[in-house]
């Protein structure tokens, strides 16, 4: 069974910091969430944008994370943001109480519709 996989691209403009997340957050990724949003921080980063775009999975310690990554960087004077959750995750966000995170909660990632097959199906 192949390990989860989570990649993390950081884009630095003087103290602003836009991370992309893509793949999933989970209890074998969140380290690596927490680590770069920790980076950010050592670094003078006062405003982290995440995007969310093409994360397709995230659990209840992919949002633990992202919780304590917040934390620190309030308590640092910094903001962080998180742009374009999955569906679920906003949802997730809503039901816990923790969709403060979230820039903007109607900019949800909407799934992509599905293409009908073609009438008299595959050749």
Do not use: K, W
């Not at 074998?28 to 775009?53: E, F, K, Q, S, Y």
């Not at 310690?61 to 004077?77: H, I």
């Amino acid at each position: 069974m192949p390990l989860p996989q989570l990649n993390v691209h950081r884009h630095d403009h003087t103290t602003h910091a836009l991370i992309t997340l893509a793949g999933e957050i989970d209890l074998a990724t969140a380290p690596l969430v927490r680590a770069a949003l920790a980076a950010c921080l050592r670094d003078g980063i006062r405003t982290a944008d995440v995007d969310l775009t093409a994360v397709t999975f995230c659990d209840a310690s992919g949002l633990n994370a992202l919780l304590t990554a917040s934390r620190l960087a309030a308590d640092a004077g910094a903001t962080l943001q998180l742009h374009y959750p999955p569906p679920t995750l906003a949802r997730i966000a809503e039901i816990t109480g923790s969709g403060f995170l979230l820039h903007d909660l109607h900019a949800v990632r909407t799934p992509s519709p599905r293409v009908p097959a073609a009438a008299g199906g595959a050749r």
